[in-house]
Each structure stands twice: as C-alpha cells, then as structure tokens.
C-alpha cells in the first residue's frame, strides 16, 4: 500500500466530488513527503486548487482569493476562521488553475511558503498571470515559514495582521530589488 504511515488528504475537483488521495509521510522516513493518486482522466493535479469547493463562497462574498502551498495551511487558516482560502498543492501553478481563480475574483493574495521555493512560486505566479487582469498582493511570511507553522509559532493575530496589510505588487517587487 503506497499510502501506508500516512495522514490521507482527499482531493476534491471544483463541485466537491473526491476524485483522489494525497497521503503525507508522518512516521518514518521517505523520500517522498507527498504521494498522490496517480494521474487519470478524471485526477489532473494542475487543474484543481485544494479547497476551492469550500472556498469559492466566501472568495465571491470577499471578493479576494488567498493562495497557499499545502493542505495544511489551508485547514489551519480555517481554524483561525479564514475561509477564502486555496492551496495549489505544491509550487507549481498552472493555467488552468489561473482561470479557476479568475471565474471567482481578480483580487489575489500570495502567501506562498516564506523559504526560497515559496519565493519561485511567487514569481511564477506573477509571471504566468500576467495578462490575467489579476489585482496580486504579496504575504512573504518570515524565518522561512509556511502559513500552518507561522500560526502555530507567531499566533493569529500576527497572521491576521498580515492578510490585512499585504504588500502590493510594486512594493513586493522593489523590495525584492533591494535585497
């Protein structure tokens, strides 16, 4: 069983239906952190966004969208009551995706994984939504940390403070310029 000593995440597509598995590793070791349902007709990783069945009410209602890495982030954004939250499974962000978001709203906040692939993942967001007419902040959290860890080490409130002060995309990038 390729899912065994792992903690099982089902994959929804975009009306809620399962159509996949996500196991994380939580004992042992592996040198996969993630494994997930092999990729069918049905299961295509870069077509879906975690949560977005949950999530696309309170995304219209906000009219804002915040985009994560994991699962993990997004359950523990949820338990500090953030609800318009998806995760794109992992750094990479494909097009279709993109128009997934686009169906709901053009107000994007990125809060990508604060370590140097969160970083890359931010950029190619940008880049890739270019002619999107997105509307991106920017949340780069720091000490290298995810979203589910940084609550759990800096509290709610410091996330809080951030998701309501995100950097603009100038601002993103000019500080990017000076480092």
Known sequence: DIFRNRI???LWDINGKTIGFSG???EGKDSSKYINTMETDIFKKGTLLYNYHNAREHIIKDNKIIIVEGF???IRLY???VHNVVATMGT???NEQLSLIRKLTNNVILMFDGDSA???ATETFIKLSKDKDFNISVIRLEEDLDPDDYIIKKGKEKIQYHLSN???LMDYSLDK???
Request: aromatic fraction near 8%; charged fraction near 40%; hydrophobic fraction near 35%.
């Open 8 to 10: 099982m995440f089902p």
């Open 24 to 26: 994380r590793i939580y």
């Open 72 to 74: 993990m982030d997004v």
């Open 79 to 81: 338990t500090i009551g």
């Open 92 to 94: 990479a962000v494909k």
């Open 118 to 120: 969160g970083e890359k």
């Open 166 to 168: 995100p950097k603009s």
């Open 177 to 179: 310029e000076k480092k």
